[in-house]
């Protein structure tokens, strides 16, 4: 299967991928879309283009039912992209998917639908509401033999790309973390964006994690198998974004502003679309779900420690 798929990645290379998308109910849709399918743009990335989606939606998700349409009006008027009835309509018009779905809980069904169809997948953020979810996806793609990955795209910006140093032995990061009320894991909402920059400057390798919960903010610790710790400060409602790296000889720290694009993460989609490796690993993924889990756990035991499953 593997040899199989690289040799279609090499075909399809030498053209634009045809995207499509499953979920028009976050801003995603439409800033990857301005990236890809708008040369004009100073931010755009060629290789590929978005030219199908399905709307999706929730609702029960204010967030999701709200947007829904009036983006896929958009894509259709703005950017040419075909709005169908369903993935399997979607899957047949497309090279590659993007499941951008703001609703977590969504993502295992709308992926159990893609897979027969053998197309490479991206996930958005988040993977699941819940870890058995995440590591569901990751079977099914996995006996499928169908590649793919999530991520945010914190983990492709400024702080976690020039902050990765290789002798870094302790971290402190922080970022926004609203929650949804129907995700179980409720720091996969949005606290999945500093706890993935946190993952992409300290590595995997984390066994334990406390979480202390606040009113409007909560301090969660992890302590990592080699001895390292890391703390991710999280920020209710919102809040900026940065970070604090322990070195033996030197503390450094992000810039007060720190710039942020989009465009780092759609390359490296149209990289992993057009070659068939993935940036960021299942397992590595599959580690970040298991310490939200962990989180979430160390939240409803008042804070007590407790080790990733």
């Known amino acids: ?84 009835a369903d993935i399997s309509a ?35 953020k988040p993977l699941a509401s819940t870890l058995e979810d995440a590591r569901e996806i990751a079977r099914l793609a996995r006996e499928a033999g169908v590649p793919w990955f999530s991520s945010s795209a914190l983990r492709f910006n400024e702080i976690a790309t020039t902050m990765k140093f290789p002798d ?36 995997t390798g984390c066994e334990e994690v406390t979480r202390i919960a606040g009113v409007d903010m909560d301090e969660v610790v992890g302590r990592w198998k080699d001895g390292r710790t890391a703390t991710v400060h999280i920020m209710r ?14 503390v450094e720290q992000s810039p007060a502003k720190v710039p942020f694009s989009y465009r780092p993460l759609v390359q490296e989609i149209v990289k992993f679309f057009q070659t068939g490796a993935p940036p960021v690993t299942p397992e590595e993924t599959l580690e970040i779900f298991a310490f939200l889990d962990a989180a979430q756990k160390s939240k409803e035991r008042g804070g ?3 080790r990733l499953r």
């Open 1 to 84: 299967m593997k040899i199989i798929w690289l040799l279609a990645a090499v075909s399809l290379s030498a053209a634009d991928l045809k995207l499509g998308i499953v979920g028009t109910d976050t801003s995603h849709c439409l800033q990857f879309s301005r990236i890809l399918n708008d040369p004009s743009q100073a931010e755009h990335v060629p290789g590929a283009k978005i030219v199908a989606a399905f709307k999706g939606g929730s609702r029960d998700i204010e967030s999701s039912w709200s947007r829904v349409d009036k983006h896929a009006e958009e894509l259709r008027a703005k950017y040419g992209v075909e709005v169908v």
């Open 90 to 124: 979607l899957c047949r018009k497309v090279d590659a998917v993007l499941v951008q779905s703001a609703d977590g809980r969504a993502h295992l069904q709308q992926v159990r639908q893609i897979l027969p169809f053998k197309k490479p997948f991206f996930v958005d």
């Open 168 to 203: 870094l032995r302790a971290l402190f990061v922080w970022g926004p973390g609203q929650t949804e009320p129907h995700h179980y894991l409720d720091l996969s909402w949005y606290g999945i964006h500093p706890i993935e920059m946190m993952y992409t400057l300290m590595g």
């Open 237 to 250: 409602p919102s809040g900026p974004y940065g970070a604090v790296a322990f070195r033996p000889k030197s």
């Open 304 to 306: 007590a420690p407790v």
